[in-house]
């Protein structure tokens, strides 16, 4: 059972980037954020192919997602994906470091 019904979203409008984002405690997080109204990118590292099923899953129910790959433990990367994120939606507003 869905927490919000489709006119109750109390993050529409807030962007939001959950690290670990691919399955687990992290998808979880991502639906939840989508369901609420933000726009949600899913951070992985390795494995695409499970990225793109969350963000299917978000797209689905009506959201906004995109997936951005970036291992979390190199700098490079990291600025590399915020670049990506903040070219797609111009600012941040959550930060869910779950990886």
Do not use: C, H
């Not at 979880?28 to 990225?51: F, K, P």
């Not at 969350?54 to 995109?66: L, T």
């Amino acid at each position: 059972m869905n927490r919000y019904s489709l006119t109750d979203k109390p993050l529409a409008g807030q962007r939001a980037l959950v690290t670990g984002a691919s399955s687990g405690i992290g998808a979880a997080i991502a639906r939840s954020l989508a369901l609420a109204g933000a726009q949600v990118a899913v951070n992985y590292a390795g494995g695409v192919e499970r990225a793109q099923q969350v963000v299917q899953e978000i797209q689905a129910q009506g959201g906004e997602a995109i997936a951005l790959q970036a291992n979390v433990g190199e700098e490079s990367e990291v600025q590399r994906m915020f670049d990506q994120f903040f070219a797609r939606w111009g600012s941040i507003d959550i930060l869910v470091n779950n990886a």
